[in-house]
């Protein structure tokens, strides 16, 4: 089964651009195995953790591609590894918590040993007992090795890929996005906290929802109904050569005057619709370049955010066709003084589960998998702002969601689409 | 303490639950002194001493401001919720205030009638007795999972 579906291109689209998409491509089975083997096990990138999380040598992380288990370790030398969390003998979990210290890693199963670079180091009774058992004399230890991945650590985040022909990192994120993420990630990260936000949807709804920066204003209504300032924010997308990457971003535009920010400043007349402790957006420009949005991703499953200075990353974990999780890591850095902290601690209402201008991404990709059950026709409409992919100096528009669409086609199909 | 004390308590308990599940949200921020602390977090990460809420306030004014964006602002499917708090320990006390766990349970209900275990955990609590008045100076919701099934837009 698996051969004739990594044969196939998946599911037929309605043209060769990329600005309708059929509802079919997040409720078929078949496509969602077809994903693993191209995209999540394909050339590409997967975010697994921060190296923020194996602080010292001698340290694992487990994570997931896809749905594949996964084990990052840092070795005794202080090397990273990645590879996949089950024992290379009867295929049981071999890191059952979530995190931890080893000198070895051993499956509780039958006691087959491993170091931290994923290598067979003792299989329990290899000899036998009493001269009776045992695994045969030509039993080669080095060709059991755990499955591994290649690793590769970016500006504080890692990422594992199952293929060798992944590009270097740098090319496979484009110039343009590597910038963005040191932007960000410039100092010694300080891990604030950690949840899972439950998704009933297929996960390229929520990449999608991540890359749209067309809903933002719309469904997060809560800097218009409280009118908190937006009006001298100017803002665009970058989208990288492959599609699969993007940017979006709003700064404070310099070219407006004290005067007319004031001017646009005033405030609803409605005491009701003022924050009764404005408190949660007295924000710092930390990075000294305006820029009081940056939403990032990298195909196919990781967010950057920086929303003021609530900063966070999101992974995006499919658990099923119809179901995803999304892991969040809220952060700071190791140089904020304690007002940083508490500055952070409350923009963190923005984002998350909870936050005040996100919650509603953890429904509405639910809103449309419920809509489109039961169907086999139809398709969404990703036209906004044209039918390409390209970098646009302005927000309202599709083009990151038809970039996504871009590097899936491309990778799916072999053969990049007309966008 | 004594048996007025933890009348008080489980009287506080009592209405405060009742106030989330019959929709009156509004009370809510006034079971709270002015300078309070709520947040709610997950067994993980209070384990390791890490300070984020999926909520976090520390004013009267934040939790207002909870309870209007999600009256005016915040999209979600209606939905209610059902406190079980029970077993209820005081760990310290004096005539002022006392240092309390209890136990909690959340059960959700969408407005098609799907039912399911929101939130269980404990809650971590500093109660000041001030006059005939018994509020919280601080809640910590301590979630023993870290997982949040779509969204969180009542508080705990």
């Given at each position: 089964m698996t051969n004739i579906i990594a044969k196939s291109g998946g599911l037929s689209w309605p043209s060769d651009k990329v600005s309708t998409v059929p509802y079919g491509l997040y409720t078929d089975q078949h496509q969602y195995l077809l994903e693993h083997e191209k995209v999540f096990k394909g050339p590409t990138w997967n975010y697994l953790?921060?190296?923020?999380?194996?602080?010292?040598?001698?340290?694992?992380?487990?994570?997931?591609?896809?749905?594949?288990?996964?084990?990052?370790?840092?070795?005794?030398?202080?090397?990273?590894?990645?590879?996949?969390?089950?024992?290379?003998?009867?295929?049981?979990?071999?890191?059952?918590?979530?995190?931890?210290?080893?000198?070895?890693?051993?499956?509780?199963?039958?006691?087959?040993?491993?170091?931290?670079?994923?290598?067979?180091?003792?299989?329990?009774?290899?000899?036998?007992?009493?001269?009776?058992?045992?695994?045969?004399?030509?039993?080669?230890?080095?060709?059991?090795?755990?499955?591994?991945?290649?690793?590769?650590?970016?500006?504080?985040?890692?990422?594992?890929?199952?293929?060798e022909d992944a590009p270097d990192i740098e090319d496979y994120l484009g110039p343009e996005i590597a910038q963005r993420i040191r932007r960000v990630l410039n100092r010694p990260i300080r891990i604030l906290g950690q949840n899972v936000q439950v998704l009933n949807n297929n996960w390229k709804l929520y990449i999608e929802n991540a890359k749209d920066s067309y809903h933002a204003s719309i469904l997060h209504t809560f800097f218009t109904t409280f009118e908190i300032n937006r009006l001298n924010q100017k803002g665009g997308i970058v989208v990288d050569e492959s599609g699969g990457n993007h940017v979006s971003y709003s700064k404070i535009d310099s070219t407006l005057s004290n005067e007319d920010y004031t001017k646009q400043n005033v405030r609803s007349s409605k005491d009701d619709y003022r924050l009764a402790d404005p408190s949660l957006l007295d924000s710092v420009d930390e990075y000294g370049d305006g820029v009081t949005l940056q939403i990032l991703t990298v195909f196919p499953g990781?967010?950057?955010?920086?929303?003021?200075?609530?900063?966070?990353?999101?992974?995006?974990?499919?658990?099923?066709?119809?179901?995803t999780e999304l892991g969040w890591t809220y952060i700071g850095f190791e140089d904020d003084d304690e007002a940083m902290v508490e500055r952070r601690l409350k923009q963190a209402n923005l984002a998350g589960p909870a936050g005040f201008i996100s919650m509603e991404d953890g429904a509405v990709g639910n809103f449309v998998q419920r809509a489109i059950e039961g169907t086999s026709e139809d398709e969404s409409v990703v036209l906004m702002g044209g039918e390409t992919a390209e970098s646009q100096p302005f927000r309202v528009t599709e083009t990151s969601v038809r970039g996504f669409w871009k590097k899936y086609r491309t990778l799916i199909e072999g053969k990049v689409p007309n966008a | 303490m004594n048996q007025t004390q933890r009348e008080r308590i489980e009287a506080l308990y009592a209405d405060y639950a009742a106030a989330i599940d019959e929709g009156r949200l509004e009370e809510w921020p006034a079971f709270f002194k002015e300078h309070c602390l709520y947040r709610i977090t997950n067994r993980r990460d209070f384990d390791r001493g890490l300070k984020h809420g999926a909520m976090w306030a520390n004013s009267l004014g934040m939790l207002k401001d909870r309870i209007s964006a999600l009256r005016e602002a915040n999209i979600y499917e209606d939905h209610?919720?059902?406190?079980?708090?029970?077993?209820?320990r005081v760990l310290e006390s004096n005539e002022q205030e006392a240092w309390v766990n209890a136990n909690f349970l959340v059960i959700r209900t969408m407005q098609n009638g799907d039912m399911s275990l929101f939130a269980a955990g404990t809650y971590q609590d500093h109660i000041v007795f001030e006059g005939n008045d018994t509020c919280l100076a601080e809640r910590i919701v301590i979630c023993d999972s870290q997982k949040l099934d779509t969204l969180l837009a009542i508080p705990l």
């Open positions: 953790c921060l190296d923020a999380e194996l602080p010292e040598n001698g340290t694992y992380k487990v994570s997931r591609i896809g749905e594949t288990p996964i084990v990052v370790t840092r070795d005794p030398e202080g090397n990273l590894h990645a590879f996949v969390n089950r024992c290379a003998h009867r295929g049981a979990l071999l890191c059952l918590k979530p995190e931890g210290k080893a000198e070895e890693i051993t499956c509780v199963y039958h006691a087959w040993s491993y170091s931290l670079k994923g290598e067979l180091k003792s299989v329990a009774f290899q000899r036998g007992l009493k001269r009776q058992g045992g695994m045969p004399k030509e039993f080669d230890k080095s060709q059991h090795n755990l499955r591994r991945l290649r690793v590769v650590e970016f500006s504080g985040l890692i990422f594992g890929s199952f293929s990781l967010v950057l955010q920086q929303i003021q200075n609530a900063i966070a990353v999101r992974q995006i974990v499919p658990t099923g066709v119809k179901a | 209610t919720y059902r406190h079980i708090t029970s077993a209820f």
